[in-house]
């Protein structure tokens, strides 16, 4: 099973650089999950860029997963996941939800840098010196 940030969902949608590293793993949809918080970042980013329409569109791809709502419960185990890794309540949100289907999680955010069952990629303008 695999998760993917909302930061590689916005890459893959915006053909950034390091989009191609996420497609693989969206075009898996039988073993994708997908946080309702991630629905929520990637409106969010994108509403600000894209038409209405287009954006919808993107969304739609996402909702091809299966769609992970944050229960009570998952609330509670994003809240140790935040205490434990000081992650912010999305970032914590997702992650602990990749842990709780013992999936990979996908991401370009360095908060995520060297966490159990992570896939981090920098972004590029990280890899600049």
């Known amino acids: 099973m ?6 590689g969902w ?8 390091n989009g191609p ?3 693989p793993v969206i075009e ?3 073993q994708l999950l997908v946080p309702t918080i991630a629905l929520f ?15 919808e569109r993107c969304l739609d791809v996402m909702r091809l997963g299966k769609v992970l709502d944050l229960t ?7 809240s140790k996941v935040s205490s434990q890794h000081r992650l912010a309540l999305a970032d914590a949100a997702m992650y602990s939800m990749a842990q709780e ?3 990979t999680f996908w991401t370009q955010d360095v908060d995520y840098d ?3 069952s992570v896939r981090y990629f920098a972004r590029p303008e990280q890899l600049k010196t």
């Open 2 to 7: 695999n998760v993917v940030d909302s930061s």
């Open 10 to 17: 916005i890459e893959f949608f915006q053909a950034g650089v």
């Open 21 to 23: 590293l996420f497609k």
């Open 28 to 30: 898996q949809r039988d």
């Open 41 to 55: 970042e990637v409106h969010k980013v994108l509403s600000r860029k894209l038409p209405a329409d287009l954006v």
């Open 72 to 78: 009570d419960r998952r609330a509670v185990a994003a």
């Open 101 to 103: 289907f013992g999936a």
């Open 114 to 116: 060297g966490l159990d």
